[in-house]
């Protein structure tokens, strides 16, 4: 399970990467600037959920191996 969330956290920074590239930084929120934007966050709270998710498994490893 770490490998897998490892990957989907790689795949969702380059997805960020990726969208930083397609913003027009003289007019942010028009076209497909705004696309980008959506995008760029969308990724920034799925590395969020699955960090998450990884620190409660790791919780849950430690209070299970008690």
């Known amino acids: 399970m770490k490998i897998f969330t490892s ?3 790689l795949l969702a920074l ?3 990467v990726f969208n930083i590239t397609l913003l027009d930084f003289s007019n942010p ?3 497909d600037s705004a696309v980008a ?3 760029i ?3 920034f709270c799925a590395v ?3 960090l998450i998710f990884r620190i409660s498994k ?3 490893e430690k209070t299970n191996g008690r």
């Open 7 to 9: 990957i989907l956290v």
């Open 14 to 16: 380059a997805l960020i």
């Open 29 to 31: 929120f028009q076209g």
């Open 37 to 39: 934007f959506i995008g």
């Open 41 to 43: 966050a969308a990724s």
């Open 48 to 50: 969020l959920i699955l």
């Open 58 to 60: 790791r919780i849950e």
